[in-house]
């Protein structure tokens, strides 16, 4: 015969080098999958935190409507230092943004101990109020509340008396 008829051995199953590849594979995929979970979360705890600063703000600016008499007195209310010794409408309204302003931004540790970035966030939750040039008893209320990270989220609303 010219020809010679080879016989191949075929034996089923992977090569050592084949299963390391596989490996190496399936772990670089459950890692992108890791870190897209772990993005996720974080943008999750950053979106509620806005919408909790949202919602102070506005019950700040809601307070605000139901005292017109006194909005000229609210411009540049500083929402971290609580006001001391007065029972006016204007002070319970303070007292109560400081509350829900302090309780939105500290964080807590592991036993639930209150962690104090006092220095760090001090004047960084302002009320300010402007009156609309060419209108009568007409008002913008802005509010600028700096949440955990650093970034200020800052709402504004018009308030006529």
């Not at 960084?124 to 209108?135: N, R, W, Y």
């Not at 007409?138 to 709402?155: A, C, E, F, L, P």
């Given at each position: 015969m010219i020809f010679k008829i080879i016989k191949k051995n075929n034996q089923?199953?992977?090569?050592?080098?084949?299963?390391?590849?596989?490996v190496v594979v399936f772990i670089l995929g459950l890692a992108g999958i890791y870190m897209m979970s772990t993005?996720?979360?974080?943008?999750?705890?950053?979106?509620?935190?806005?919408?909790?600063?949202?919602?102070?703000?506005?019950?700040?600016?809601?307070?605000?409507t139901?005292?017109?008499a006194n909005i000229n007195e609210y411009d540049g209310t500083n929402?971290?230092?609580?006001?001391?010794?007065?029972?006016?409408?204007?002070?319970?309204?303070?007292?109560?943004?400081?509350e829900k302003y302090k309780k939105v931004i500290q964080s807590k540790d592991k036993d639930g101990n209150i962690i104090s970035?006092?220095?760090e966030l001090q004047e960084?939750?302002?009320?300010?109020?402007?009156?609309?040039?060419?209108?009568v008893n007409?008002?913008?209320?802005?509010?600028?509340?700096?949440?955990?990270?650093?970034?200020?989220?800052?709402?504004s609303k018009r308030i006529n008396k």
């Open positions: 089923s199953g992977l090569s050592l080098l084949e299963s390391l590849v596989a993005l996720s979360n974080r943008a999750m705890i950053s979106s509620i935190e806005r919408d909790k600063l949202n919602m102070v703000s506005a019950m700040v600016i809601e307070s605000m139901i005292d017109t929402c971290w230092e609580p006001p001391s010794g007065s029972s006016s409408l204007k002070d319970r309204n303070i007292i109560k943004w400081t970035n006092a220095k960084d939750c302002k009320v300010e109020v402007k009156e609309i040039p060419g209108e007409s008002y913008m209320v802005t509010t600028i509340m700096t949440r955990k990270d650093g970034n200020k989220i800052q709402i």
